[in-house]
């Protein structure tokens, strides 16, 4: 048996020991976080064919990486809440008892590390030493994993030494599932292949995450979904505070006034565009601080106080150009590793709409030969001579739908720095956070921007959100509007209806109320009857936050309609409309409209959602109320407000 490392905090000494015991590695390494241990590794997996080194002039210290087919996304039908109870799992999630799950998968890890190296990764989520963080011990034998992990997540001694003080962690296994015989050639991607035999477990109880058979984003960067929403979210419950899945932006005005703002967005539905947009808005400046997770506390103030519990963010990679994300493809200039995106002759990446011309010939994400197209030159095909058409019709595309850059957050060029760092006025509180959105892809009946009445009707808002279901997800119901609570629907670490609960405590227990954010829900997506979008998006987006900000100072009146408060069509700033992308005047008039038969079905949608939670509350066998109305009576009273107000 491998020889295994001495630590100075005990439990992590038993969780190292349990797993070199079970998974067997020929070796074990301590990941100690410096620049040349990440090279090194980075290094290894070259010579090994599992990264490609990319052009060093063109991107330094970058390399690529090409994923098995089966492991391309989140697996969400093998992901797990292993509550004591069923019910507490919620009507949501895949549930299993803890101790039926930990002896199948038990099973599973018996000698799966065989023939490799076994990494213990020591990380934290938020900045070391901020009273907000909290760390983990990901144990894993995925070198690609660690040197994700050390751009997502703060690694190494500087994480070790708290833990060596007795610092609490969430302890985390992870293998790729994919032992080597003696003498067997490891290949580009090792993985569990067949879908069943991949687990995302969370036991939100014992706080553990065991993760089996995927290497591939959210699956194994255990850091990220599993811990800092799943397990965080359960924390948070408990201790009353938030983990959710929302980006943290600050705005500054042309007074220079300050605004934070967070929004929790599905995936791939534009976190990632929002937190690093380039306000088209004269005068107005957008500083980044999370795309994808916050962690927000209550201060004595009654204020929502959030940190990003990351360190880099792990991008959609289709879509992102100079026009969409200027600073997104800037953070991806050095220090990133790209998955699934297509390798150029001259050692640098491509990928669909990056707004620039796709090189003549490439590798695409499978590792095959692709061919610019003959009639457009920003596509590309399988073959040579392939027109757009053709290569649409084959439904190809030459970079993975979820095709991914890890870059570091340091690398944006509009990074809030203290704020990142989790700082506010010097002070280590995380930033107040002065309005929360919530959205999603609605290519219907949803306006551009709806404010919430009220606290409670803010939560009723996030618990109707809905958005249809992008390549960020392996599932066969792609492009299909799907219940989407809060954004969470993937990530709740416990029942959705205490979730939404949990949402109306935070109002409860305040110090303050009226301290608390005021909540929005805004569509970047509406579409037209003939497919095309009838707001341009990303940098316009700035004329809605502006909006916002006056309404949170009192300064411009809305519409108070039956659905929530919608802007006056004059109240939208429409400075600078100019340049490729344009607001066209009649199109925003109609999304700044109530449909009221559209959202009669709406509602009746979030009702079905509400009974559907409900039903499956009380057929559980261990309901603690059998006739379990689990959904808070404060979001069915909201439900039947708004039917009422519909109907008049
Ligand atoms: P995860 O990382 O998966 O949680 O997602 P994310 O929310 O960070 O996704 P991201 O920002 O990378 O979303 C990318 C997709 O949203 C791309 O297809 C973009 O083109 C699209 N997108 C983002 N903002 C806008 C917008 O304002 N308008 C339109 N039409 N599309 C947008
Ligand atoms: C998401 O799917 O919301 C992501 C990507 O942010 S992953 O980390 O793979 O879950
Ligand atoms: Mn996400």
């Not at 020991?17 to 020929?26: E, G």
């Not at 074990?28 to 241990?37: A, L, Y």
């Not at 009353?240 to 967070?262: D, F």
Request: glycine residues 8%; aromatic residues 10%; positive net charge.
């Amino acid at each position: 048996m491998a020889k295994t490392p001495k630590f100075k905090n005990a439990k992590v000494q038993a969780w190292v020991d349990q797993w070199v015991k079970v998974c067997d590695p020929d070796k074990v390494v301590v990941i100690k976080g410096t620049k040349q241990e990440h090279t090194d590794i980075c290094e290894m997996m070259v010579k090994k064919g599992q990264f490609v080194k990319l052009n060093q002039k063109l991107r330094p210290g970058c390399y690529l990486a090409r994923s098995h087919e089966s492991d391309v996304a989140r697996v969400e039908g093998r992901t797990f809440i292993c509550s004591k109870k069923e019910i507490d799992a919620g009507p949501t999630n895949h549930w299993k008892d803890p101790d039926v799950m930990k002896k199948e998968m038990l099973k599973k890890y018996k000698g799966c590390m065989k023939g490799r190296t076994m990494y213990v990764i020591p990380f934290a989520m938020g900045p070391i030493g901020n009273p907000i963080t909290q760390y983990g011990i990901e144990v894993t034998d995925s070198p690609y994993v660690v040197v994700n992990m050390n751009i997502m997540t703060r690694t190494g001694d500087a994480v070790m030494k708290i833990l060596d003080k007795g610092g609490a962690f969430v302890p985390c296994i992870h293998s790729v599932g994919a032992p080597l015989k003696k003498g067997q050639k490891d290949v580009a991607w090792p993985c569990a292949k067949k879908i069943d035999d991949k687990y995302i477990t969370q036991f939100p109880e014992d706080g553990e995450i065991w993760s089996f058979g995927s290497g591939y984003g959210g699956n194994a960067l255990l850091g990220k979904k599993c811990f800092a929403l799943r397990i965080a979210s359960k924390l948070a419950k408990d201790q009353g505070w938030m983990a959710e899945h929302m980006l943290i932006l600050t705005l500054t005005s042309p007074e220079k006034k300050k605004y934070h703002v967070t929004a929790a967005f599905p995936s791939a539905c534009g976190k990632t565009n929002l937190a690093m947009m380039l306000p088209k808005l004269p005068g107005w400046k957008l500083e980044t601080i999370g795309d994808d997770i916050a962690w927000l506390k209550p201060g004595e103030d009654g204020r929502l106080y959030a940190i990003n519990p990351e360190n880099g963010f792990f991008g959609v990679a289709p879509g992102t150009s100079n026009d969409s994300n200027p600073n997104a493809l800037l953070s991806c200039k050095k220090n990133t590793i790209f998955t699934n995106v297509v390798l150029t002759p001259n050692g640098d990446i491509w990928w669909e709409d990056m707004g620039i011309d796709a090189p003549e010939e490439g590798i695409d994400w499978k590792g095959n030969p692709c061919y610019r197209c003959v009639d457009d030159t920003k596509r590309m095909g399988p073959k040579p001579g392939m027109t757009k058409a053709e290569v649409k019709a084959a439904g190809y595309v030459a970079a993975h739908k979820n095709s991914r850059f890890t870059a570091p957050a340091v690398n944006c060029p509009v990074l809030d720095k203290d704020g990142f760092n989790g700082k506010f006025n010097k002070k280590p509180t995380g930033v107040p956070i002065d309005a929360i959105l919530f959205g999603g892809r609605r290519p219907s009946t949803i306006p551009l921007v709806n404010e919430a009445k009220s606290w409670t009707h803010g939560v009723f808002m996030g618990s109707a959100a809905g958005s249809e279901v992008t390549a960020a997800v392996i599932a066969d119901n792609i492009g299909q509007v799907r219940r989407d609570p809060m954004a969470m629907l993937p990530f709740f670490g416990y029942n959705v209806a205490d979730y939404f609960q949990h949402w109306l405590e935070m109002e409860r227990t305040s110090a303050n109320p009226a301290n608390l954010p005021k909540i929005y829900f805004v569509n970047w997506f509406r579409k037209g009857e003939d497919g095309r979008f009838m707001w341009p998006g990303f940098g316009d987006n700035s004329r809605v936050l502006k909006w916002i900000c006056q309404r949170i100072d009192g300064k411009v009146a809305a519409n108070e309609t039956a659905i929530g408060n919608l802007p006056k069509f004059e109240d939208i700033d429409l400075a600078n409309n100019e340049g490729k992308f344009k607001v066209v005047e009649d199109d925003l008039k109609e999304i700044l409209k109530v449909d009221v038969e559209g959202w009669k079905k709406e509602i009746a949608t979030v009702g079905a959602s509400y009974d559907e939670y409900d039903a499956k509350a009380s057929k559980d066998s261990t309901a603690v109320n059998k006739a379990a109305r689990r959904v808070p009576a404060a979001l069915r009273g909201i439900l039947a407000q708004v039917t009422e107000a519909l109907s008049k």
